[in-house]
Nanobody, 117 residues
Framework: QVQLVESGGGLVQAGGSLRLSCAAS????????MGWYRRAPGKLRELVAR???????DYADSVKGRFTISRDSAKNTVYLQMNSLKPEDTALYYC???????????WGKGTLVTVSS
């Protein structure tokens, strides 16, 4: 069992920055990768960024150059540094822990990011 706890969401002006944190606890040996997804009202959940256990990263085209995902293995924590925020970034952001195929992912409860114009 893995528990994911997100923090760092809030209200920020366009052009500002926020840093999200996701702390994992429990049976973390089963995790292959961790990442951030987001879902805006009326839209599908989408992958924002992810990082593998080896440190490779992937980003959605809409956030490339603005967001950076990083990992602190000692703390079992993944971060999402969000710069140059836009109103379009407003969404509920979820932390995700990927497990081997056949095993369901773990999800956090989400942290709300609101970007005002």
């Amino acid at each position: 069992q893995v528990q994911l706890v997100e923090s760092g969401g809030g209200l920020v002006q366009a052009g500002g920055s926020l840093r999200l944190s996701c702390a994992a606890s429990g049976s973390i040996f089963s995790i292959n990768a961790m990442g951030w997804y987001r879902r805006a009202p009326g839209k599908l959940r989408e992958l924002v960024a992810r990082i593998t256990t080896s440190g490779s990263t992937d980003y959605a085209d809409s956030v490339k150059g603005r967001f950076t995902i990083s990992r602190d293995s000692a703390k079992n924590t993944v971060y999402l540094q969000m710069n140059s925020l836009k109103p379009e970034d407003t969404a509920l952001y979820y932390c995700n822990a990927r497990r081997p195929p056949g095993a369901p992912d773990y999800w956090g409860k989400g942290t709300l990011v609101t970007v005002s114009s």
